[in-house]
């Protein structure tokens, strides 16, 4: 790693540091990956920076064609017999839907073969998976969230009948105007305050906030705009909201919970 302009200057007792600037990482030469933590190598051989990781999220995307299919079917099925079991009191439907519906199929696959995925690369990172017999992976149920202007959905995480799970969100429906507040900012009135996050999903894997005020920690959360035909994958017990918005518009999303079942292991079930 070279740090361009770096500078020491002796000041009795202390050595201050004056920030580079920001370097660019080079995967082949100055950092790698092992099953534990990042590294990152100095120069002089002075030394390492060790990175422990917090998180694995699978990010994709959906075509045109399959958002249009599932929310066909997401409209057709309107229900609403989800909400009871939900912790959000959210005045739109939320409804179980048919995974074995022909208008799903393409959106089930995609998914399915994601979860497969998010599953291999963890195991392959996670020394404590080394002994880990195949998973089997199965839809344990799959809803819609149609959430109104107003709507919130507090932090929660989510479960599953498998001691091992995960869960999923994509987007179907997202208001213009999530999108104006990130592009258009202070420039519009409409949207001049300071946090624009309304609308948005945030995942929280530590205490809030805390590295605000602590220049050497890590982060402990995201936000994530919503953007149409983008999922996320996500280990079940991640906690995460939902930040209420302001729109003539509705905000749709299908959430899928896996089961990662253990082959040829009792008592993996709760
Ligand atoms: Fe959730």
Redesign the pocket.
């Known amino acids: 790693m070279n740090i361009e302009n770096k500078q020491f200057f002796q000041d009795e007792q202390l050595i201050r540091v004056v920030p580079a600037e920001r370097y660019e990482m080079k995967p082949d030469e100055q950092h790698y990956i092992t099953k534990e933590l990042t590294k990152v190598k100095l120069d002089d051989d002075i030394g390492e920076i060790w990175t422990y990781p917090a998180l694995h999220l699978f990010h994709g995307k959906i075509s045109e064609k399959i958002v249009k299919d599932v929310i066909e079917h997401c409209t057709n099925t309107n229900n609403d017999d989800a909400s009871g079991k939900l912790v959000a009191n959210i005045e739109g439907p939320q409804s179980y839907l048919d995974a074995d519906h022909p208008l799903m199929k393409e959106f089930v696959d995609i998914m399915m073969r994601s979860a497969c995925i998010f599953v291999d690369q963890c195991m392959m990172t996670n020394p404590s998976w080394e002994q880990a017999q195949p998973r089997r992976i199965e839809i344990q149920e799959i809803w819609d969230v149609k959430m109104k202007p107003g709507d919130y959905?507090p932090l929660?995480i989510?479960g599953t009948k498998a001691m091992q799970g995960l869960?999923s969100?994509c987007y179907l429906k997202v208001p213009d105007g999530l999108h104006q507040a990130e592009e258009e900012g202070v420039m519009n009135p409409k949207y001049n305050y300071a946090a624009k996050i309304d609308g948005w999903l945030k995942f929280l894997w530590g205490i809030p906030d805390h590295y605000k005020f602590d220049e050497f920690a890590c982060p402990t959360g995201t936000h994530i705009l919503p953007k149409v035909g983008d999922y996320y994958i996500f280990p079940k017990s991640l906690n995460?909201e939902v930040y209420p918005f302001r729109d003539n518009e509705d905000r749709w999303s299908v959430?899928i919970n896996f089961n990662c079942w253990e082959e040829g292991k009792d008592g993996n079930e709760y």
């Open positions: 959905n929660h989510h869960s969100i995460h959430q």
